[in-house]
Nanobody
Framework: QVQLVESGGGSVQPGGSLRLSCAAS????????MGWYRQAPGNQRELLAVINSGGSTNYADSVKGRFTISRDSAKLTMYLQMNSLKAEDTAVYYC?????????WGQGTQVTVSS
């Protein structure tokens, strides 16, 4: 089993920044791919960014150039640096990990962008 715990969510004004963290623990295997998703009320869960064990990244068009995904393998932690936040970025943000045939999710952290 793998546990994922997100932190760093909160409220911020438009144009502001936040950094989310996802701490992984348990039976972590490599290679693996980790990612960030979000879900706003009434919407489907949306993939934002992924990073694999080798450090390769991919981003959704909606966040490209504003969000940066990274990981610290030594700390078993993944990050999402979010800049130039907009009201439409308001959602619950989830950490995801795919290891072999198994997929794991964190509990989510709320991000609210409002003036």
């Amino acid at each position: 089993q793998v546990q994922l715990v997100e932190s760093g969510g909160g409220s911020v004004q438009p144009g502001g920044s936040l950094r989310l963290s996802c701490a992984a623990s348990g039976s972590i295997t490599s290679p693996n791919t980790m990612g960030w998703y979000r879900q706003a009320p009434g919407n489907q869960r949306e993939l934002l960014a992924v990073i694999n064990s080798g450090g390769s990244t991919n981003y959704a068009d909606s966040v490209k150039g504003r969000f940066t995904i990274s990981r610290d393998s030594a700390k078993l932690t993944m990050y999402l640096q979010m800049n130039s936040l907009k009201a439409e970025d308001t959602a619950v943000y989830y950490c995801n990990a795919v290891m072999g045939a198994r997929t794991y999710w964190g509990q989510g952290t709320q991000v609210t962008v409002s003036s």
